[in-house]
């Protein structure tokens, strides 16, 4: 079997994102043992940057050794007892997984739904915790990959104190693209995932508690029903002075995310969020002077992944492979419901620029000429460029 | 903060192992997305060098994205159902966490326990099987990391056989250095770690189904417990047509897997177990000179992982310490009631040399004669010497 030498590609799509020549560095620096001091000092490193990221003090603030669904299942199997209810909000992919997954574990799920691309509403929250008896947590999704839908969380984290119950928020996505104020929006239970607006490898998911998260979860009647993602017994080799073997750390995933989280101090988060929405503007109004509406309304749109619409007379699954073929672009499709009708494009971390943002209308408007349903050239790149000279002036 | 530069050091404790720069380099590849159809090459690649190491023809044969505990845990939640009995052989360390997993899935758990460092006899499997009522699974570690014993397999493999019961195998230490014999010997599912005898960072957990587990998998009564390590779900996006996504695969840990499985491709099986053997022939002879007994009897005793009980009057922490910070050197201690008590030396994979061998038993020496429990320099280092001799004529 030959060395692997992958094709050019431009990660445009839901994740992974483009990876920093610096991450991939670092990812290839020699290993340590996870319980050598100098392997320490780099979880305690993360720890501090993590918690930058997440606006949190919370001391429990830790990479958890799986992808985005690990950290999504250490939520709820953490918290969650047979029995328990929890709010969830559904309006997509990862709000439907949250109440399987609390199902799963014994609970019992009230679904809030909403149709897929829009929010869900607090107010629909704020009846379900009235009419529901005690409820364990409210789970909700920041930003809905699925949809490119933007979930206001403050307002909930509010009913949350109000009504005395846990807050548990879905970050994968978000994190590092648009604020994750931890601490101030009264979240509980924060998870992420690396390979988003943290520009690190797939693999691993940033995870924080609150002191009344851990607190419920050193105070459960049962053991949690996964060891692997036993908390308690995690925060032994995280956060404890004893520092005790549970699983053996993935060594060189823990470096790139020190690597990637450098980056992300380095441009500072104010500068990043800017960066986010403006590299989303333009490749919005870009997209929508082709004729692709974004899915989510007005305001409720995610900078980081934009899902658009795509009309019946254009054929998105060869226009998606033509951009992978010929252009070396990678953008998602549709999943579930939505599959066949719409298009995700994902301006995360290091791949949000504005040199991404052209490359990709302009192969668009390419690929648009040739099948027919542009007409005029250029439309989209003039609608970018519009929106960097307002923003550059 | 910065740049992170790791100290030097010589992993030869109980994983990870040293990383070929080769495989080091594969993990700065550049991304794909986990849809791609090159990267489902990759994944392809890595199925079928699996196979080959788990001398299996499974064709549900794939890498986990956790570390060797979430394929233990994988194993237990996919296999047993709530009141499902499972026979444990446990000896040590991972034998108890293995009971632990079962009894979280709400398995009653069947301990058939032996004295740490001692093997489980089959006999003693077979007499729990004929006297427990229906058994789902037996459940053993082939390669016990906490004791160093060296668990025969294909005895209790028949067993089960003619028992028709399922057979779960912790391949996590053995894997790569020791025949771990899928088919041969009757199991069902095996899971391992890649950090060990293969030489690749942790973070991934290589794992086989036999044709027979998939089957009781997909005529579960209740759904697996996990949603993340579901293998019903998982086999949609690693074994079948349809690829459909089920969570974002860890890309440079599987470019990384894909390395280090073509340098076991290279160096061939055959030759590798036998380096592993004469390297651990020639650690134990020099560690023997010294005064230090290997904890399992002769004939039950693990190549990759010798662990050896110290002497009271050698002050075993001081001595690793030593190791660590002089000669940058790093060994195991004692999990459990070994601690304080045992040293664990692993010589896996990369780690597995002659060289290394030497430099090991020559800092042991210059710390004993220092600290006063070696007299007379050299007779560790003569001993291996001895034995690569014997070896090479």
């Not at 319980?35 to 918690?51: E, G």
């Not at 739904?113 to 915790?129: D, Q, V």
């Not at 009264?186 to 995932?193: E, H, K, L, P």
């Amino acid at each position: 079997m030959q060395e692997f030498l992958p094709p050019r590609r431009l990660l445009l799509g839901p994740g992974p994102s483009t990876v920093h020549p610096r991450v991939l560095s670092a990812m290839s620096t020699p290993l340590l043992g996870h319980l050598d001091p100098a392997f320490l000092a780099v979880m305690n490193d993360i720890q501090t940057l993590l918690r930058q990221v997440f606006a949190t003090t919370n001391r429990f603030t830790i990479a958890i050794s799986g992808t985005g669904s690990a950290g999504m299942e250490a939520s709820i199997v953490n918290l969650v007892e047979p029995g328990d209810t929890v709010i969830v909000g559904v309006n997509g992919v990862f709000g439907t997984r949250l109440a399987t997954v609390v199902e799963r574990c014994g609970g019992k799920a009230i679904r809030v739904a909403a149709p897929w691309g829009h929010i869900i509403e607090p107010e629909a929250i704020e009846a379900a915790l009235q009419r529901s008896g005690p409820v364990k947590a409210v789970a909700l999704v920041h930003a809905e990959t699925s949809t490119g839908a933007w979930q206001p969380i403050e307002p909930v984290g509010k009913l949350c104190r109000t009504h005395n119950t846990l807050f548990i928020v879905d970050a994968v996505t978000s994190l590092g693209g648009v604020p994750v104020e931890v601490d101030r929006c009264g979240i509980d239970v924060c998870y992420s995932g690396t390979q988003k607006c943290l520009s690190c490898p797939p693999g691993l998911s940033p995870f924080t508690l609150s002191d009344r998260a851990l607190s419920v979860i050193k105070h459960r009647r049962t053991p949690c029903q996964s060891w692997y993602l036993d908390m308690a017994l995690i925060a032994d080799y995280w956060t404890e002075r004893n520092r005790a073997y549970h699983h053996t750390a993935p060594i060189s995933m823990l470096y790139a995310l020190r690597e990637a989280l450098r980056l992300v101090e380095e441009e500072g988060l104010p500068a990043r969020y800017t960066r986010h929405q403006l590299n989303s503007d333009a490749l919005v109004a870009g997209l929508m002077a082709l004729g692709l509406t974004p899915l989510p309304p007005a305001g409720h749109r995610l900078p980081m992944l934009t899902c658009v619409t795509v009309p019946v007379h254009i054929d998105e699954a060869a226009v998606r492979a033509q951009l992978l073929e010929t252009f070396g672009i990678e953008i998602g499709g549709g999943l579930g419901p939505l599959k066949g009708n719409v298009w995700r494009v994902g301006l995360m971390g290091e791949s949000c620029t504005e040199t991404n943002v052209l490359t990709l209308l302009n192969a668009l408007e390419e690929i648009g000429i040739r099948s027919g349903w542009i007409s005029s050239p250029g439309v989209a790149l003039q609608a970018a460029a519009r929106t960097y000279n307002r923003s550059h002036h």
